[in-house]
Every structure is written in C-alpha cells, then in structure tokens.
C-alpha cells in the first residue's frame, strides 16, 4: 500500500502542474524553427563595434539610452563606469544580444548582430564584469574605451 500512496501523491502533483506544463509547451511551440538550408553569412569581428543611435527602455519605463552612440574598435577594451543603475550591465546585454534596443542597433563590421543573432552569440564573445568598490557622483556615467597594440 504505501506505493500506491507514493504514486496516487505523484499523479496529483503532476496534475496540479498541468497548467504550468501545458504553458511551457505552448511556448516551446510557437518558437519557429532555425531555417538550416538558408545560408546567412557568418558575423566576424575584424574591425569595430559600432552602437549606433540606441535607444532602450523596459516595457514603458524612462528611456535608459536615447541617441547613443559607441564605436569600439577590434582588440579594443572598454570599461563602462558609473554609479548603480546607469545602463552599465543593460549595454552589455544589448551588445552581448540578450536585450534587444527598442531602435537603432549593433553593428559588427557594419553587419548588424540581429541579422544572424546566433552565429554573433557563438563567436568567442565574453565580457568580463569587475565591480569596484568606489563611490561615484550620481551623474557620473562613463564609457572609456582604448585600443590595444598588436604585439
């Protein structure tokens, strides 16, 4: 008798979670489907990222970037610096691909990443966060950028 209770006790949870699962199957499929037979060209960084006239906000907040413009150059490093809030990890997140600007866009190359998403998301690209324990002014919020000399 007490496996008939561990299963009876297993249906019901799994049928408490029936709408949960039926949610997620819903969702998985109305993805579409990655088109393997068209041939779109491979995203390379070979010259320079380039944010161009970026404007982001979540859902109907205050615009975070409005007009913002960037040009990171290939084996360039940048730091973003400011005060908790500024946009720091949400640039990140748009140039990684994660977030997607409600206008203007990410070029790699003059390629912009939305046009083969994946195929920028796969190519070695990495961002290294380091948080500093420093106070800045409220209104401080900086991007440095600086190139590296091939050795």
Same mark, same amino acid.
């Given at each position: 008798?007490?496996?008939?209770?561990?299963i009876?006790?297993?249906? +019901?949870a799994? %049928?408490?979670?029936?709408? +949960?699962?039926?949610?997620?199957?819903?969702?998985?499929? #109305?993805?579409?489907?990655?088109?393997?037979?068209?041939?779109? *060209?491979?995203?390379?960084? %070979?010259?320079?990222?380039?944010?161009?006239?970026?404007?982001? +906000?979540?859902?109907?907040?205050?615009?975070?970037?409005?007009?913002?413009?960037?040009?990171?150059?290939?084996?360039?490093?940048?730091?973003?610096?400011?005060?908790? #809030?500024?946009?720091?990890?949400?640039?990140?997140?748009?140039?990684?691909?994660?977030? %997607?600007?409600? +206008?203007?866009?990410?070029?790699?190359?003059?390629?912009?990443i939305?046009?083969?998403?994946?195929?920028?998301?796969?190519?070695?690209?990495?961002? *290294?966060?380091?948080?500093?324990?420093?106070?800045?002014?409220k %209104?401080?919020?900086?991007?440095?950028?600086?190139?590296?000399?091939?050795?």
């Amino acid at each position: 008798m007490p496996s008939l209770s561990r299963i009876q006790y297993n249906l +019901s949870a799994i %049928k408490q979670q029936q709408s +949960s699962f039926e949610s997620i199957f819903s969702d998985l499929r #109305g993805i579409e489907r990655e088109d393997k037979s068209a041939k779109i *060209a491979e995203i390379r960084f %070979k010259e320079k990222i380039e944010i161009r006239d970026l404007v982001f +906000s979540y859902g109907g907040n205050p615009k975070i970037f409005e007009g913002f413009n960037l040009e990171i150059p290939y084996k360039g490093s940048v730091a973003f610096v400011g005060p908790a #809030g500024c946009g720091k990890t949400t640039l990140v997140d748009i140039i990684l691909g994660l977030l %997607k600007p409600n +206008s203007g866009g990410i070029l790699v190359d003059g390629v912009n990443i939305e046009m083969n998403l994946p195929s920028w998301q796969k190519n070695r690209l990495c961002a *290294a966060v380091h948080i500093f324990a420093r106070r800045y002014n409220k %209104k401080q919020c900086r991007v440095r950028c600086s190139k590296r000399e091939d050795k």
